[in-house]
């Protein structure tokens, strides 16, 4: 690419951000539309956020990614919130739009999405239990009970954590939808595994190939659905090769990656995004693990 001739700047603000995939197939879907964007790294310290964000005006950059550990970070820095990251609380993707900055979240979008049509798995009636209650848990969880899901247990290595995002759930939950928060220590309970439908992993636990597997597969009587948000190029993740041992159907983290930049393209760029180029964008690279985005 001849930087020359770029015009729009994007990219994605993180500390680390030494891992992230998503310049490499945010730039192969801008070339494949003959975009004149480019997208690229920026690693920011905790200290230069409010500086970095207000760069994004001064530099008249289109917008950036916001990932770990800052999706909630930025949130006094912006202008205006979109409705949805407005309810969840965090927010991944910024536009500079007529002079404002305005955050989005399309976390939780770009699961929903990639479940369906990757994973053809309806989540409407569903019981789902969810590990996590970090930024990725807000945004996912939000967009389950916003599908329609019957039911949401959710267990947190911390307890307050965990049910600080019980709380903020129970704002907005349809009243039908059952929310319960389990005790990280009861969280094989036999009883609990045998009623779910979708098992999903929005801890970082699987990041490590030495980590630990959390949950007991055993313990399953039916098949399940499991979604890992963790993923790993070279080698599956603990989680994901015990789904696959049980013949469970899976998702590994790649999907929801690219499912959410999807979105954060299409509101820079008023574009529709070509999945398929950066779905191979990514099978191309020899990446190690990932996660964050
Ligand atoms: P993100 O924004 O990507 O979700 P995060 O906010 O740092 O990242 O959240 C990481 C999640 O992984 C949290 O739910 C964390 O649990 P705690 O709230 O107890 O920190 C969870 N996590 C990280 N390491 C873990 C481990 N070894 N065992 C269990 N949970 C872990």
Redesign the pocket.
Known sequence: MRVSLVKKIVGVYGYPIGHTLSPLFQNAAFKELGLNFIYLPFLVKPKDLKKAIEAVKALNMVGVNIT??Y?RAVLPYLDELSPEASKIGAVNTIHHYRGKLIGYNTDGEGFINSLKEEGNFEPEGKNVYLL??????YGIAFSLIKAGIKSLALT???KE?GELLLKHLKKFSPQGCILRFIEFNKRNSATLLKEIDLLVN????GMNSDDPL?INFEIFSREIFVYDIVYNKDKKTRLIEAAEERKFPYLEGEKMLIYQGAISFEIWTKRKAPIEVMKRAIKEKNAKVSY?W
């Open positions: 770990v550990p999706k996590g209650a970090g930024g990725a848990a947190n290595r911390t954590k929005a801890t970082s636990v959390l964050g």
